[in-house]
């Protein structure tokens, strides 16, 4: 079974630190996902990377960053974090863009900026 | 820009009773379609998933949904319900060519005994 670890359950962080979220997949994926979610909005596509090094911005990327050194880790870097980031935030991994692949779901890293 | 609603925020209902939870997406353009569910304090699970073929499409779990392209929708279905299916359902849907989700705001399933 594909496994998408979160570095942490649940993290208190204070207005203006820099936060790393970190995200492990063990089944050699190419595609990896940050998402936040919030209630009655879904979940909504911070960055995606489809290789090594490679990443896309998506919907809602302002205010955040990325790191993909290696293949199987997705770090996701607030660097200057805000209240407004207080959310849970969701990794997900895929094996490749090709048709119908799901996507693979972490447990999720409840975030708190006070 | 593709969207998807999903029209019941929560949705109660008793136990073995049939629940429908509606999705309905916007596009111009071939989709694949998802069900993901989220037990509580878990990440996502997909429960079924519409790429082309056959427009009812089986899942997890005891449920099922339907594709209709002319009234772009999915429904989720299950025709009796348990209290371990007391969760939150997201529809997701993708380009054909992309890799891309893009979810609805999801709906929350209350099973009551």
């Known amino acids: 079974d594909v496994k998408v670890t979160q570095s942490s359950r649940y993290l208190v962080k204070r207005t203006g630190e820099k936060v790393f979220l970190e995200c492990v997949q063990d089944?050699?994926?190419?595609?990896m996902f940050w998402y936040r979610q919030d209630p009655g909005l879904g979940l909504r596509l911070i960055y995606f990377?489809?290789?090594?090094?490679?990443?896309e911005k998506g919907d809602i990327p302002e205010g955040y960053s990325v790191s993909r050194e290696k293949k199987e880790r997705f770090s996701l870097i607030l660097e200057s974090a805000s209240t407004n980031q207080t959310s849970m935030y969701l990794c997900?991994?895929?094996?490749?863009?090709?048709?119908?692949?799901?996507?693979?779901f972490g447990p999720g890293t409840r975030l708190t900026v006070l | 820009a593709q969207s998807v609603t999903q029209l019941d925020s929560q949705v109660p209902v008793f136990e073995e009773a049939p629940v429908e939870l509606r999705c309905n997406y916007s596009?111009?353009?071939?989709?694949?379609l998802f069900w993901y569910v989220q037990y509580p304090n878990q990440g996502l699970q997909l429960l079924l998933k519409?790429?082309?073929?056959?427009?009812l499409v089986k899942g997890i779990n005891g449920f099922e949904a339907e594709f209709n392209k002319s009234q772009t929708s999915f429904h989720l279905r299950k025709p009796s319900v348990h209290i371990s299916d007391t969760a939150e359902y997201f529809c997701?849907?993708?380009?054909?060519?992309?890799?891309?989700?893009?979810f609805g705001a999801g709906t929350i399933l209350r099973v009551k005994s």
């Open positions: 990377s489809y290789d090594v090094k490679m990443k």
């Open positions: 596009s111009s353009v071939s989709v694949y």
């Open positions: 997701a849907v993708r380009m054909e060519y992309g890799n891309k989700l893009v």
């Open positions: 997900a991994s895929s094996l490749t863009s090709a048709r119908g692949n799901e996507q693979f």
């Open positions: 089944m050699d994926h190419e595609n």
């Open positions: 519409y790429l082309s073929g056959s427009t």
